[in-house]
C-alpha cells in the first residue's frame, strides 16, 4: 500500500458565488482535449475527461502558470497515479484549479518535494498547506510540463474545481484568452441505429425496430487538428426536446458512469486517434447523471412509427451543427 503524508490542515473558506476569471496555464494556449471527452484506459477504469488540455508541443519542462491568484492547497507526488505530478491552488470564492501531468514543481516547493521523493522513493505523497503558507499571483510559474501519470504524451491537464471537488467544471466557461481553432468544425461523420453504422446524410431516412431506436452518432469538433469532444448535444423528437447532454458540470461520483453517454465497444483514443460514440437512447430511462441535463424518454415510452429528429451539436466554443433524419420503425 502506498504511503499519504499529510503536512499541516487547511482550514475551509466559504463559497461565496464569486464569478471566477481564470487565464490559460500555458503561453500560446492550445487546446487538444476538451471537458467531459472518453477515456477508455487507465488505473481507474474507463471515465470522463474532467479537465481541458493544454498543448506544450510535446516537450517536458514548459513553465505551468497560476491561472489566477490563490493560494497553494496541496500537491500530490505520485509517478503512478492517474494524473500524476499534481498542483491545487484555491482561488476567491472557493474555487480550485488543478494542474496534473507535471515533471516538476515551483521553486517556492521544490525544496520539499525534492526531500520528500528522496524519503519516500516513488511512494503516492500528499502536502497539504495551509491559506497563507505559499500565496501565488496570477501568471507565477507553479511547476514544468511533463507526462507523469498517465499522461500519452507530456502537455497540461487543467481543472477547475468547486470548494469540496465533488464536481468539476468546463473550464471554459472560466477561461479568457483562449483563442477559437482557425480549423473550428462541428463534424457528424457516422451514424448507428442498432447494429448499422451508416454514413450520416442529412435529411436521411433510417429504420429502427423495438420500442426505441438504438441510435448512436460518431460526433466531434476539429480543433488545432484535433478530434474534439463535443460541449452539448440537443435530441429532438417532431420539434420536441427529449434528451440533452451538457458538459459544462460533472459530478464527481459520475466520474465511471461513462457507459451511460458513450458506446465503450466503438469507442477509442491513442496519441493519432480519438473516436467518441454518443448514446442517444435510453439504457435507463430515468437516469439522472450530471451531464444529462433533460430525459424525457420514460414519458415518450415508446417511439412513433416514424420519428422526424432534429439533434443539434455544439463545441466549447460555441459553434453549432443542426442535423436532421427520419426514423421509420420496420416490423414490431
Not at 148 to 162: S, W
Not at 198 to 205: A, I, K, R, Y
Not at 221 to 235: A, E
Not at 280 to 297: C, G, T, W
Request: with cysteine; glycine share 8%; hydrophobic share 40%.
Amino acid at each position: 500500500m502506498k504511503k499519504l503524508l499529510a503536512v499541516l490542515i487547511v482550514v475551509g473558506i466559504s463559497f461565496f458565488g464569486y464569478a471566477l476569471k481564470l487565464y490559460p496555464p500555458v503561453d500560446n494556449p492550445r487546446v487538444t482535449s476538451t471537458f467531459g471527452e472518453y477515456r477508455p484506459l487507465g488505473s481507474r477504469g474507463p471515465h470522463f475527461h474532467m479537465g481541458l488540455d493544454f498543448s506544450t508541443a510535446r516537450r517536458i519542462g514548459i513553465d505551468i502558470k497560476a491561472a489566477a491568484d490563490g493560494y497553494l492547497d496541496r500537491i500530490v507526488i505520485d509517478k503512478d497515479d492517474i494524473y500524476g505530478y499534481v498542483v491545487v491552488l484555491v482561488h476567491e470564492g472557493g474555487y480550485k484549479t488543478l494542474y496534473a501531468h507535471m515533471s516538476d514543481f515551483a521553486p517556492a516547493v521544490k525544496e520539499i518535494t525534492d526531500d520528500l521523493e528522496r524519503e519516500f522513493n516513488g511512494e503516492r505523497v500528499i502536502v497539504q498547506f495551509h491559506p497563507d503558507d505559499v500565496i501565488f499571483k496570477k501568471g507565477d510559474v507553479i511547476g514544468k510540463s511533463g507526462s507523469t501519470g498517465e499522461a500519452m504524451k507530456p502537455h497540461c491537464h487543467f481543472e477547475v474545481r468547486d470548494e469540496e471537488e465533488k464536481s468539476s467544471y468546463d473550464p471554459m466557461l472560466f477561461l479568457a484568452g483562449v483563442p477559437r481553432p482557425i480549423d473550428e468544425k462541428v463534424v457528424l461523420d457516422k451514424i448507428s441505429v442498432g447494429s448499422t453504422v451508416m454514413s450520416f446524410v442529412d435529411g436521411g431516412e433510417y429504420e429502427f425496430k423495438g420500442d426505441f431506436p438504438k441510435l448512436e452518432i460518431l460526433s466531434y469538433s476539429i480543433g488545432n487538428g484535433n478530434r474534439l469532444g463535443l460541449k452539448d448535444i440537443k435530441y429532438y423528437l417532431n420539434g420536441s426536446l427529449i434528451y440533452e447532454l451538457s458538459f459544462s458540470k460533472i459530478d464527481w461520483l459520475d466520474f465511471g458512469n461513462v457507459s451511460y453517454v458513450y458506446d465503450g465497444e466503438k469507442s477509442r483514443m491513442n496519441v493519432e486517434e480519438y473516436v467518441a460514440w454518443y448514446k442517444l437512447y435510453p439504457i435507463d430511462l430515468e437516469a439522472n447523471l450530471s451531464m444529462i441535463k433533460v430525459n424525457r424518454f420514460s414519458e415518450i415510452k415508446r417511439f412513433p412509427d416514424v420519428a422526424n429528429v432534429r439533434i443539434i451539436l455544439e463545441d466549447a466554443w460555441g459553434m453549432k451543427k443542426e442535423a436532421r433524419i427520419v426514423l421509420r420503425r420496420v416490423g414490431d
